[in-house]
Nanobody, 125 residues
């Protein structure tokens, strides 16, 4: 599966952005989808994930209550709605996909063999 992120940009503190990740192929609904982020010099960190049907979602503590993840399997797209953005949310955001992952590993980048190229999100203070 190929993944292409979009929707990044520059917003002020407290603002909102919605990231999209478009996937190729006809098996999108067989993938657990995740969003991760990375800043230079730091490890890639988990942000959110969503189950194949969309019925289960997972969030990092740092974004709970502010970010929402959703998917549209008919459009082969996963979304990350980000509200109440903070300067510490500044990072490159990556979309990732995996067909096999244990719930305990869903926050682990190594569990995802498929990655997009990322989209830059910058929050100004």
């Amino acid at each position: 599966v190929q993944l292409v992120e979009s929707g990044g940009g520059l917003v002020q503190t407290g603002g909102s952005l919605t990231l999209s990740c478009a996937a190729s192929g006809r098996t999108f609904s067989s993938y657990v989808m995740g969003w991760f982020r990375q800043v230079p010099g730091k490890e890639r960190e988990f942000v959110a994930a969503i189950s194949r049907s969309g019925g289960s979602t997972y969030f990092a503590d740092s974004v709970k209550g502010r970010f929402t993840i959703s998917r549209d399997n008919a459009k082969n797209t996963v979304y990350l709605q980000m509200n109440s953005l903070k300067p510490e949310d500044t990072a490159i955001y990556y979309c990732a996909a995996t067909q096999n992952v244990r719930p305990s590993a869903i926050i682990t980048p190594r569990a995802y063999p498929n990655w997009g190229r990322g989209t830059q999100v910058t929050i100004s203070s």
